[in-house]
């Protein structure tokens, strides 16, 4: 079946690590997206690639850095210098304008 | 710059209830407006959307109804059901996005809790 795979779904990692989440794809889609959640604050854009080897800056990109080698592929590192990187994380696909495609989610807490 | 807003939460509800979720919203000309879904422990999935104004858009037994002249995409359903229990966001498209979801606006979100 066609969707998206983030991994791994809990992370836990000690201050000063850089952690990397995984998001894959198989919609064939060339939009992609990563968002943060926190409770009580909706979703929050960190970055999005509208096609290969080129991404944008969303509203909280501080502290987080991806690539888009594949198409299929999105990976979001957090990296130390994201000061409260305690969240759900979730990495969305497009097909088409605000249609998004989510996975499941990956849950990181900063020990 | 555009905004969602969506009524506070959580919402609590007797099963078979009549279920009303606000939503309004801030944008220029005529954006795409949409319902998510994100049932515990879940990312979010599109429940309905509505592309201009008047539209409606309905899935599941949810309706919402595009109103431009009050800006606003209220969620119903007649009847809901303990399965509806989740957290529900509205979110809007601008009109020059783009084609991708790079200006997507989300709302809060309100938890929906509904009792036997």
């Known amino acids: 079946d066609g969707g998206i795979t983030q991994s791994p779904k809990y992370l836990f990692r000690k201050e000063g690590q850089n952690v990397t989440l995984s998001c894959e794809q198989n919609l064939n889609h060339d939009a992609m997206y990563w968002y943060r959640q926190d409770p009580g604050q909706g979703l929050r854009l960190i970055y999005y690639s509208q096609i290969v080897n080129d991404f944008q800056k969303g509203d909280i990109a501080e502290g987080y850095s991806v690539s888009r080698e594949k198409k299929e592929s999105f990976p979001l590192t957090v990296t130390s210098a994201q000061k409260n990187p305690t969240a759900f994380y979730l990495c969305a696909s497009s097909r088409g304008i605000g249609e998004l495609f989510f996975g499941e989610g990956s849950r990181l807490t900063v020990l | 710059g555009n905004s969602v807003t969506q009524m506070e939460g959580p919402v609590t509800l007797s099963e078979e209830a009549f279920l009303t979720i606000n939503c309004t919203y801030t944008?220029?000309?005529?954006?795409?407006l949409f319902w998510y879904v994100q049932y515990p422990g879940e990312g979010l999935q599109l429940l309905l959307k509505?592309?201009?104004?008047?539209d409606k858009g309905s899935n599941k037994g949810f309706e919402a109804t595009y109103r431009k002249e009050t800006t606003s995409f209220h969620l119903e359903k007649g009847s809901v059901q303990v399965s509806d229990s989740a957290v529900y966001f509205c979110?809007?498209?601008?009109?020059?996005?783009?084609?991708?979801?790079?200006?997507?606006?989300f709302g809060k979100g309100t938890h929906l809790i509904i009792q036997p």
């Open positions: 979110a809007l498209s601008p009109m020059y996005s783009g084609g991708g979801a790079d200006g997507l606006t």
């Open positions: 509505a592309t201009k104004a008047d």
């Open positions: 944008a220029t000309g005529y954006p795409s």
